[in-house]
């Protein structure tokens, strides 16, 4: 049965930082992609950041360049998102997502399976 759950949102003031993890289970975790997406209060389900297996490559969305940063630890079945500098219009409920292939994707529907989400709130 293949399970991600996800854990580290909270409330956070603007400016501040988080760090997301994600525990994968459940399959085999290092020849696939990761992805991050997140949901806006009143919105639909956006792409934030996807890291290829073995790391090789990530791709973000322009509003978290040079804010977010995702990685993985295939030793734990783990992908984090580091993300700093937090703006209130980073609110959401954030969900990691594993990739049908290799390739970091921007599309959910390139995505096999979900986790649960966790709330990360942006305080101005």
């Known amino acids: 049965q293949v399970q991600l759950v996800e854990s580290g949102g909270g409330l956070v003031q603007a400016g501040g930082s988080l760090r997301l993890s994600c525990v994968a289970s459940g399959f085999t975790f290092s020849p696939y992609a990761m992805g991050w997406f997140r949901q806006p209060p009143g919105k639909e389900r956006e792409f934030v950041a996807a890291i290829s297996w073995g790391a090789r490559s990530t791709r973000y969305t322009d509003s978290v360049k040079d804010r977010f940063a995702i990685s993985r630890e295939d030793a734990k079945n783990t992908v984090y998102l580091q993300m700093n500098s937090l703006k209130p219009e980073d609110t959401g409920v954030y969900y990691c997502?594993?990739?049908?292939?290799?390739?970091?994707?921007?599309?959910?529907?390139?995505?096999?399976?979900w986790g649960q989400g966790t709330q990360v709130t942006v305080s101005s």
């Open positions: 997502a594993s990739a049908r292939g290799g390739l970091p994707q921007t599309t959910p529907g390139s995505y096999a399976n």
